[in-house]
Nanobody, 117 residues
């Protein structure tokens, strides 16, 4: 089993920055990739960034150039978000995958990010 515990998030003004963290524990050696999702009210959860064990990254088009995903040697995943926009108000979830980035195997508990205009 893998446990993911998120921290960070909160309220920020448009144009501001936030960093989300996701601490992984348990059988992290079995994890091939990790990612960040967001879910706005009334919308489906969508993948916005992912990183593989080999360091390959994926970004959804709307966050390219503003968000940076990274992972440290202690199995903590980060999402540095800059130039935040009100449309970015959502619940953010980290995820871990045994293989690929199509279907997460484990989820963090989620954290709210609210961007005020």
């Amino acid at each position: 089993q893998v446990q993911l515990v998120q921290s960070g998030g909160g309220l920020v003004q448009a144009g501001g920055s936030l960093r989300l963290s996701c601490a992984g524990s348990g059988r992290m050696s079995s994890i091939d990739a990790m990612g960040w999702y967001r879910q706005s009210p009334g919308k489906e959860r969508e993948l916005i960034a992912a990183i593989s064990n080999r360091g390959n990254t994926y970004y959804e088009e709307s966050v390219k150039g503003r968000f940076t995903i990274s992972r440290d040697n202690a199995n903590t995943l980060y999402l540095q978000m800059t130039n935040l926009k009100p449309i970015g108000t959502a619940m953010y979830y980290c995820a871990a995958y045994f293989s690929g980035i199509t279907s997460p195997d484990f989820w963090g508990q989620g954290t709210q990010v609210t961007v005020s205009s």
